[in-house]
């Protein structure tokens, strides 16, 4: 499939002029290392969106990296006025799951905090850091990908690989809707968008917050408190910016 980059910026921005929510502006880059650190060098004002066509060095949470694969994923940068991370990490793990959701014929899952999980394998990611008075919310999504370098291929999975016909081109332009729809949400919505799709709640489950690990009934979800998980030593809630399923 070839595509043309040329007419991304235009395509997209378009996208953005047909919405009523808070994003307005498309930044496009064909290569950079690290969307958020673009956002970050240009002093990304609230309401742009940086996007780029090849990553080259994106950043992970807990300072692991997301990988690049060329020009086969997506990888965003929403920048937003600065708030409660935990409340952007659900929202972005949200509309990740919407615009894929729009490509699959199966249910999108999500796992606390910022995994969009498909067939048990990782669909996208989100990564929220906060820079002065902005929040930039990065969401890297696999597209096209058919294999993948290491242990990747047990743990990743790609829209195409899901059995989605689709293009980066129109994956994007699904989460640009999904974004500036689901940052506009109240926590209510947002508590059952995530509620809808989650695979964790009423589970037993071992997280890890700041390194100590806690395993517990997950109980509820509130975007501005974190996750509740529920053990014989009482009530934990975890920070979405803190903790992971993992320990690393
Ligand atoms: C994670 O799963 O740990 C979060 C991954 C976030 C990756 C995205 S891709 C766009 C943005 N730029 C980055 O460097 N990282 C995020």
Redesign the pocket.
């Known amino acids: 499939m070839t595509e043309n980059l040329g007419v991304w910026h235009d395509e997209l921005q378009a996208v953005l002029n047909a919405t009523t929510g808070p994003l307005k502006e498309v930044v496009f880059l064909r290569a950079t ?5 673009a956002a970050r060098r240009m002093r990304a004002e609230a309401g742009q969106v940086v996007i780029t066509a090849r ?1 080259t ?6 300072g ?1 990296s ?1 990988a690049d694969t060329m020009e086969e ?1 997506i ?3 929403f920048v937003l006025p600065r708030e409660a991370g935990g409340r952007y990490a659900i929202a972005g793990s949200i509309a990740a799951s919407m615009a894929a959701e729009q490509f699959l014929a199966q249910a999108v899952n999500v796992k606390w905090p ?2 969009v999980i498909f067939g048990g394998k ?1 669909l ?4 929220v850091e906060q820079v002065d008075d902005v929040a930039l919310i ?3 999504m696999n597209v096209l990908q058919t294999s993948w370098p290491g242990s990747l291929a047990e743990t990743a999975v790609s829209l195409s690989q899901a059995g989605a016909t689709c293009d980066r081109l129109g994956v994007l332009k699904s989460l640009l809707t999904a974004a500036d729809a689901v940052f506009q949400m109240d926590d209510a919505c947002l508590t059952g968008e995530f509620a809808a799709r989650d695979g964790l709640l009423g589970t037993t489950a071992t997280f890890f917050d700041k390194g100590i690990a806690v395993t517990g009934k997950v109980m509820c979800l509130e975007p501005l408190k974190g996750l509740l998980v529920r053990n014989a030593e009482g009530d934990h809630w975890l920070d979405a910016a803190t903790t992971s399923m993992t320990g690393r």
Do not use: E
């Open positions: 290392d690290s969307t958020q650190d990553q060095s994106g950043r992970g949470r807990l692991r997301w994923g990888a965003v940068t910022n995994d990782k996208a990611g989100v990564l990065g969401i890297g």
